[in-house]
């Protein structure tokens, strides 16, 4: 697939204090990308709210190079202790995007420079933590590795966790860019996972991502570099032939993996959801989408703060989705974990 390539780059005042800051907003700028500079303030109209379809696509062109300034890490169960901040914003385009709650009507694509700062922040909750393995996950606010080309953190990352005897890295991404991490020296500390999902989620409402085929060629390779691999199935949603759809997902991982498809993969599985602001910013964002966002077909299910639930399946609609899969990958993947239905 095509990689990500900015249309415009957006720069903090503070970014350019960083070595990242530097290295990218050179290389960019000397290959023509336009630049523009914000204030002290940070107030600028290039990073105004999207008012129409158009404009919100456009604004995921838009590339920010940016300081993460929360290095109090929230936690982010089930699949991790710790987010790993590495950027904000996703340049695909995936319709039930769960960071449409995040980010609203301004997902541009934030990467953030300070990352030996974040790496040290995670070196001290290891400390902290230790002889106890804490585990970091790197793709909560961003499918960062879209930005590898640009950036290298995902890289950066997995080497300093090779060095962490107490520490791990996680990531899942809908990209299959990952040459450059196949030679690392990563000491089997970095999980790579990838998002797959049925042909018809696929083509309906995961544009400018990878194919299934290349996000399973590309598992094949990373599970040939001797990473521990993951699949995460989400978003499950129930269509019309949904069974068959995600078996024939399954089917072709397993001839795609070849051997690695008898080792021990894990599996995440999550139902789609989906909050009363998300569905705000997706339909104003894809008014034409055909995703199924019928509250009454749903039960709503309190979030962690108040006012903050999300729209899930019913319980007897979700138990039998879980009880399908959980079949159906124990039948091609015996050895598989699965890790948990949410």
């Not at 030679?183 to 797959?196: A, M, P, V, Y």
């Not at 995460?232 to 019309?240: C, D, F, K, L, S």
Request: with cysteine; charged share 25%; proline share 6%.
């Amino acid at each position: 697939m095509e990689q990500f390539w900015p249309e415009r780059l957006v720069v903090e005042a503070a970014a350019l204090d960083y070595p990242m800051g530097r290295e990218v907003h050179d290389r960019l700028r000397k290959a023509g990308v336009p630049v523009e500079h914000l204030p002290e303030s940070g107030r600028s109209r290039a990073l105004a709210p999207a008012t129409t379809p158009r404009g919100y696509q456009a604004a995921k062109r838009v590339l920010v190079l940016a300081v993460q300034k929360r290095l109090a890490f929230e936690t982010c169960r089930p699949s991790a202790d710790f987010h790993l901040p590495l950027a904000g914003g996703c340049p695909g385009a995936c319709q039930y995007c769960y960071l449409a709650s995040t980010f609203d009507m301004k997902p541009f694509v934030r990467l953030y420079v300070n990352l030996e700062e974040i790496l040290a922040e995670a070196a001290d909750q290891i400390r902290i933590k230790a002889p106890a393995v804490t585990v970091f996950e790197g793709s909560s606010t961003s499918d960062t590795l879209a930005l590898e080309h640009i950036g290298g953190s995902i890289a950066r990352s997995i080497q300093f966790f090779a060095g962490q005897e107490h520490g791990r890295f996680r990531f899942v991404t809908k990209f299959n860019t990952v040459e450059g991490l196949l030679h690392l020296d990563h000491r089997g500390h970095t999980k790579i996972r990838f998002s797959i999902n049925s042909p018809h989620v696929i083509r309906l409402f995961e544009q400018h991502t990878a194919s299934l085929t290349e996000r399973i060629e590309a598992a094949r390779k990373v599970a040939d570099a001797g990473y521990p691999l993951g699949m995460i199935v989400a978003p499950i949603m129930r269509h019309e032939g949904w069974a068959e759809g995600y078996a024939d997902a399954l089917d072709q991982m397993a001839e795609g993996l070849g051997p690695h498809a008898g080792g021990a993969i894990s599996f995440e599985l999550i139902q789609h959801r989906f909050t009363p602001k998300a569905k705000r910013v997706i339909l104003a964002a894809y008014p034409a989408t055909q995703l199924p966002l019928e509250e009454s077909e749903r039960v709503l299910k309190a979030g962690k703060f108040p006012g903050a639930g999300k729209y899930v399946y019913p319980k007897e609609e979700a138990g039998e989705m879980e009880a399908f899969l959980e079949m159906a990958i124990r039948e091609r993947f015996p050895a598989a974990a699965i890790e948990y239905f949410t």
